[in-house]
């Protein structure tokens, strides 16, 4: 079993940028996939980004390509979500997930670990 604690997230004006920080403990992190997701009000929660165990591979929603950037520090059990040009229909809670599989996957029920989630905030 692993716990996850978001962190990094609050206010920021519209072309802004935020880095969000996942800790894990636990487990040996680097045996997790790790996920972001977003949920904003009245919304379902969505896909932003998920990277390899070893941080070889990265997967990114299609609006997020190009502005966000996944990375993790396995030494440090540590996932990072780096955040650019932020909008307005950015703001959300943002998620932070992990599972034991081989492969990322964009898919929220594949992952069996959660965070409580951080508030990012984007004015325009």
């Known amino acids: 079993q692993v716990q996850l604690v978001e962190s990094g997230g609050g206010l920021v004006q519209a072309g802004g940028s935020l880095r969000l920080s996942c800790a894990a403990s636990g487990r040996t992190f680097s045996s997790y996939v790790m996920g972001w997701f977003r949920q904003a009000p009245g919304k379902e929660r969505e896909f932003v980004a998920a990277?390899?165990?070893?941080?070889?591979?990265?997967s990114y929603a299609d609006s997020m390509k190009g502005r966000f950037t996944i990375s993790r520090d396995n030494p440090k059990n540590t996932v990072y979500l780096q955040m650019s040009s932020l909008k307005p229909e950015d703001t959300a809670i943002y998620y932070c997930?992990?599972?034991?599989?081989?492969?990322?996957?964009?898919?929220?029920?594949?992952?069996?670990?959660w965070g409580q989630g951080t508030q990012v905030t984007v004015s325009s």
């Open positions: 997930a992990a599972d034991l599989r081989v492969t990322v996957s964009t898919t929220a029920s594949r992952y069996r670990y």
């Open positions: 990277i390899s165990r070893s941080g070889g591979t990265t």
